[in-house]
C-alpha cells in the first residue's frame, strides 16, 4: 500500500492531523492499536482547544453529544486561601479578549466522537500495531511496517510519517528523534478516576464560578487535586504528587485517592463528603519528558509523541490538536516540493511547537516556584490578560508579552538563588 502521508495513532492528535490534511486534498491512512472508547484522562479543554474543535468542523458534534461547558478555572491555594481565577476568553478582530466557552470532556468518548467523525469523511483508518519503520538503502524513512489482529504482517509506503503515538512515543523508542529526556516534573504520580455525588460549583455562593468549571486544589509545590466536572453527576478527581510521598504512604491506589481527596485540601474536601466512586482507580507515574529533535527530513512528532510538560493546566490535549492542525501547512509545502529538497523541512515547525511549550514551561515554574507571586500577578491588569492568553493556549507568537516576561523574571531570580 502507498499513501501520501501515514499516520501513527488515531486519538485526538492523529485524528486533527487526518481531518486537516483531507481538507488541503492529501491523502493519508491512520494506524491504531487500540480499540475506542478507550478510558483517558486530559478531560479538560482551554479556550484554544475549543477553537481547534471549531475548526475541524466537529462542534455540532460537540452540542448534540452534550458536554459540559467550562467557563474558567479556579485554583485554591493551601488551606483553600490566595484562589484566583482564570476565565475562558478568545481575541475578537480588534484583539480584545472577549468571553468565550469551551468544553469538559469525557475522553473515551470525544477521542471515539473524533475517530468517527473520521470514518464519516471516508479517511482510511487500520486497527494493527506499528511494528516498526522501513528505511530506504541511505536510512531515510520509507513507510511502516505493522500488523493486523490476524497476526500479518503489511507494510504502508509514505512519503511522509507523523507519529501521534502520546506517551507510547514511537519514533523515540525506534531512536529515529533525538533522546527521550526527563522532564522537570519527571518523579511525580498521578492518582485518579470519577466520581458520583460530589458539589459542584454553585454561581450564587461564588459569582466567578459556573457549575461546569474546573476546580484545582494546591497543597505545595507539585503537590495538588483537580476536580473536572463531566456528563451527568460524574466528576473526574485525581490527585497529582511526589512519588515518594505516594510510596511512603503504603496505601492501595484507592486508599491513597480517597485519603487525599478529605485531606488536600479544604475547599476540596467539602465538595466530596459524599463521593461515591464509579470507576477503577488509575495511575500514571514519570509523565514529564522532552525530546528535542522530534521532525526530521520526511517525519514529525506531534504534542504527546515529543513532550509532556504537567498536566495541571490541562494543555496536553490543546498542544496535541493545535499541532496536528498546524503541521498540515508545513507537510503540504513539503509534498508539494517547496520544501522537499531541505536537509530539515519541519524545522520551523518544530521550533514554533517549542515555542509554545516553552511558554507554558515557564508559566508552570512560575507557578510552582512561586505560588503567592503567581495568584498576584493573575490579578494584576497589568499581567493577567497575557496570563489568560497563556492559560488559553496562545503561546507562539515570536515577542514575549509582558506577562510573559514577569514570569521569565521570577524564573531568573529562581535560577540565580540556585546558583549562590
Known amino acids: 500500500m502507498r499513501t501520501q502521508v501515514a499516520i501513527i495513532g488515531c486519538g485526538p492528535a492523529g485524528t486533527s492531523v487526518a481531518i486537516s490534511l483531507q481538507e488541503h486534498g492529501i491523502e493519508c491512512v491512520m494506524i491504531e492499536k487500540k480499540q475506542f472508547p478507550r478510558f483517558h484522562i486530559g478531560e479538560s479543554m482551554t479556550g484554544e ?32 486561601q490566595n484562589a484566583f481565577y482564570v476565565p475562558v476568553m478568545k481575541r475578537d478582530k480588534m484583539g480584545k479578549l472577549v468571553k468565550q ?49 490476524d497476526g500479518k504482517e503489511h507494510k504502508v509506503y509514505a512519503d511522509v510519517i507523523v507519529d501521534c503515538s502520546g506517551l507510547n512515543t514511537f519514533l523515540a523508542n525506534k531512536k529515529i528523534t533525538s533522546k527521550k529526556e526527563r522532564g522537570v516534573y519527571d518523579n511525580q504520580i498521578a492518582i485518579f478516576s470519577h466520581f458520583k455525588g460530589c458539589v459542584r460549583p454553585k454561581p450564587l455562593e461564588d459569582e466567578e464560578l459556573m457549575p461546569d468549571d474546573t476546580l484545582l486544589f494546591y497543597l505545595k509545590k507539585h503537590h495538588w487535586a483537580w476536580f473536572i466536572p463531566l456528563d451527568g453527576d460524574t466528576v473526574s478527581i485525581g490527585i497529582v504528587t511526589p512519588t515518594s510521598y505516594y510510596k511512603s504512604k503504603n496505601e492501595t491506589k484507592q486508599e491513597f485517592l480517597l485519603g487525599e481527596m478529605k485531606s488536600l485540601n479544604p475547599k476540596l474536601a467539602e465538595r466530596v463528603l459524599d463521593a461515591e466512586l464509579v470507576e477503577d482507580v488509575h495511575a500514571c507515574s514519570n509523565y514529564s519528558y522532552q525530546i528535542h529533535d522530534f521532525t526530521g527530513k520526511n517525519w514529525l512528532c506531534i504534542g504527546d509523541a515529543h513532550r509532556f510538560i504537567d498536566p495541571i493546566f490541562s494543555l496536553g490535549l490543546h498542544f496535541s490538536m493545535s499541532e496536528g492542525r498546524k503541521a498540515v501547512k508545513v507537510i503540504s509545502d513539503y509534498l508539494d516540493g517547496k520544501s522537499a ?80
Open 49 to 80: 482547544c475549543g477553537a481547534s474543535v471549531r475548526a475541524l468542523g466537529v462542534e455540532a458534534k460537540m452540542k448534540e453529544s452534550n458536554y459540559p461547558i467550562k467557563w474558567g478555572a479556579k485554583m485554591y491555594g493551601k488551606g483553600g
Open 101 to 149: 466557552s469551551t468544553w469538559q470532556v469525557r475522553r473515551s468518548d470525544f477521542d471515539k466522537m473524533l475517530l468517527d467523525a473520521s470514518r464519516e469523511r471516508g479517511l482510511k483508518i487500520i486497527d494493527a500495531e506499528v511494528d516498526n519503520v522501513i528505511r530506504n538503502e541511505d536510512g531515510s524513512l520509507n513507510g511502516l511496517i505493522y500488523s493486523t489482529k
Open 341 to 420: 529538497d531541505m536537509d530539515a523541512p519541519f524545522l520551523a515547525h518544530q521550533n514554533e511547537c517549542e515555542r509554545g511549550m516553552d511558554v507554558i514551561q515557564d508559566l508552570l515554574d512560575a507557578f510552582w516556584d512561586y505560588p503567592l507571586a503567581f495568584s498576584l500577578y493573575m490579578k494584576d491588569k497589568k499581567y493577567s490578560d497575557d496570563l489568560i492568553d497563556m492559560f488559553a493556549g496562545r503561546v507562539y507568537d515570536i515577542e514575549p508579552s509582558e506577562g510573559l516576561k514577569v514570569l521569565r523574571r521570577l524564573n531568573q531570580k529562581e535560577h540565580l538563588n540556585a546558583a549562590v
